[in-house]
């Protein structure tokens, strides 16, 4: 006999929550316009994400903005010097800036 459930689920062992939490799904899509230069900049960029920084900066700020997600300093979150983010997010605007 397996030592699952008879779901294939695990009896008896607790659930690890995310390292992060949880946190809401935009469904009143109020970062949909970052969200969309974010994955404009991806296609973009071939999806090499160290070029859209900025853009995933954006969106981060305003999910902590409305709430969607726990405020946290941008550092925590991989964002360090405000130079290195700024010089990255103007190369995308000049590419999205181009394809449009």
């Known amino acids: 006999m397996s030592a ?3 779901f294939g689920g695990n009896r008896g062992l607790r659930p690890v929550p995310p ?4 946190f809401p799904l935009d469904h009143m899509h109020l970062c949909d316009l970052e969200k969309k230069d974010y994955l404009n900049c991806l296609k973009s960029s ?3 994400s160290e070029k859209c920084r900025n853009f995933s900066k954006k ?3 305003c999910r902590m903005e409305k709430n ?3 405020k946290q300093d941008m550092s925590e979150l991989g964002f360090g010097k405000e130079s290195d983010t700024k010089t990255s997010g103007e190369n995308a605007s000049e590419r999205i800036e181009n394809q449009g």
Do not use: D
């Open 4 to 6: 699952g459930g008879a």
């Open 19 to 22: 390292e992060k939490g949880v």
């Open 46 to 48: 071939s999806h090499l």
């Open 59 to 61: 969106y981060l700020e």
């Open 68 to 70: 969607l997600m726990a």
